[in-house]
């Protein structure tokens, strides 16, 4: 089947179909903090941080819509303090349905062609559960370094405790 791909920023109206993905992206994977209860947010909370976000010249959300369908979505967060508002926090999560077809990638490739010119992000972080090796791979592909493991990063169902790396990467132009 032929899939039309449209990337854009998300909008206050991608509020619900943005909290089903998370949710599924949730019920999907153990790889993220999300689990079976999803992001656990409001139609209305969704929306506020939406705009908060389309507002602010350091954090962006961005979805990635095959046949007018969301798939997949990256988002990056920043705190709003002069020392540390160039740093931005990576989220990234695609159905499972299109794993595997570069559409991790290609989010990511804009995410980084935002931030290098948002002209306020200097560095991108993100931290990844070690076993999560297409992810860790995606990382590396785009230019992210391992900088340091977390033991014990993440807990998942029945107690079981995981690596977790952190991982960086500098934006310049
Ligand atoms: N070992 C190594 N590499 C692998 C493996 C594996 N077992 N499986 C797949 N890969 C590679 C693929 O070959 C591909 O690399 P290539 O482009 O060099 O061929 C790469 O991993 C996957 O690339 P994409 O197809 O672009 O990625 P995809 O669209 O499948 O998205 C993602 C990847 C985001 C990790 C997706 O699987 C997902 O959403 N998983 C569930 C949620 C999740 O884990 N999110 C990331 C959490 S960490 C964070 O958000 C910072």
Known sequence: MEYDLLVREAEVQDASVLIALLDQIGQESSFTSLDENGIAMTASEMQHFIDKQAQSDNQITLLAFLN???????NITADQRPRVRHIGDVFLGIKKAYWGNG??????????????SSGSIRRLQLTVQKRNLAA??????????IEGLQERGACIEGGEFLDVYQMGRLIDK
């Open 68 to 74: 007018d369908e969301l798939a997949g979505v990256i």
């Open 103 to 116: 559409l991790g990638s290609i989010l990511m490739e804009e995410a980084i062609e935002w931030a290098k």
């Open 136 to 145: 860790v791979h995606l990382y590396k592909k785009m230019g992210f370094i």
